[in-house]
């Protein structure tokens, strides 16, 4: 007979996760002093909502009262299409390149709850996929499902870093796993990788640098110095995980369908899209994670792939 632990994971498989694991729900002390030592650095950028909540995100009690454990969860969303090396195209994260992975694994955390508290009377819980005050790489970690490698993204032995994370947050009881062992050893390759330095230490990333941050997150100007470094990048960027032999050697197809690349992803022509107007940007984007940036940050950063840089990003 199975126990409760065990029928949980096997719950979370069967809805179609990657990978699972559990940690106790307890404060988390030194990583809370990290994240402040981070933010008082101020490599948040305009990420103010990262000074939010702190004590919420060190503490799941304070996010679920009673709450025993964390169900940490890990989904493939790998495909072996390439970018193009068409001068022409422009390159959007793969993680983009399918249906938002918010609305995929928070349905799949939404059922196992719902399955959860339905199997054990009188038990809650509360999901997050990378929102809310909650450190998902943390818990990933604790969890067993993987490392956080010196770009800051989680390494699982499985897959490589080409996973999307999630949890649940249960008054349950389950039985921990042993968290994961850092694999990366000396390797450097995805520090020298970075165009723009943006891995200023192993495990430490300032995000007033990185492509992904200034594609997505930031709303302002993006200057020529910075832009002329996007070698095409118009939505996230991939680079410090391209090169990762740990990618090399795991990536493995994703058997969800909602990843596979959507028509036109993987190779936008810069020159077309340059011309979008906003209708037609909501359409495109509808159900995807490229909305994320909004329609006068994606043209702004064709703009500036096109022409090595642009000042301001209109109105929004």
């Known amino acids: 007979m199975l ?7 096997e719950k979370a498989l069967a809805l179609g996760f990657s990978k699972v694991g559990i940690a106790r729900a307890e404060a988390l002390e030194e990583e809370a002093r990290r994240l402040r030592t981070w933010l008082d650095r101020r490599y948040q950028a305009g990420m103010s909502w ?5 004590e919420k995100r060190s503490d799941p009690q304070l996010i679920l009262p009673g709450a025993r454990a964390v169900v940490s969860v890990a989904m493939n969303y790998y495909t072996s299409v390439r ?15 399918g249906d938002d992975y918010h609305d995929i694994l928070g349905e799949r955390l939404e059922s196992l709850r719902v399955w959860v508290e339905k199997e054990f009377a009188g038990e809650r819980g509360l999901w997050y996929v990378d929102t809310g005050p909650v450190m998902d790489k943390v818990w990933a970690e604790r969890a067993g499902i993987g490392w956080e490698g010196k770009h800051t993204n989680v390494i699982t032995r499985d897959y490589g870093s080409w996973v999307f994370l999630g949890e649940l947050i249960t008054t349950l009881d389950l039985m921990p796993d042993e968290p994961a062992v850092d694999r990366c050893g000396t390797c450097t390759l995805c520090i020298e ?32 110095q910075v832009a002329g470094k996007f070698d095409r990048w118009i939505y996230g960027c991939d680079i410090c995980q391209d090169v990762c032999p ?3 050697k795991f990536g493995t197809e994703t058997e969800e369908k909602g990843f596979v690349p959507r028509p036109g992803s993987v190779a936008p022509v810069l020159t077309e899209w340059a011309e979008m107007d906003r209708r037609e940007f909501g359409r495109r984007f509808k159900g995807s994670a490229v909305k994320r940036a909004q329609w006068t940050g994606l043209i702004r950063n064709i703009r500036a792939v096109l022409g090595g840089g642009i000042t301001g990003a209109g109105e929004r």
């Open 193 to 224: 990788a970075c165009p723009t330095d943006a891995i200023v230490e192993p495990h430490v990333v300032d995000s007033n640098l990185c492509i992904s941050y200034l594609t997505i997150e930031h709303r302002g100007e993006i200057g020529e």
């Open 50 to 54: 990262m000074e939010r909540n702190l």
């Open 3 to 9: 126990t409760i632990t065990e029928r949980v994971k």
């Open 83 to 97: 970018h193009s090396g068409d001068e022409g195209a422009g390159k959007i994260s793969r993680y983009a390149w």
């Open 246 to 248: 740990w990618n090399h």
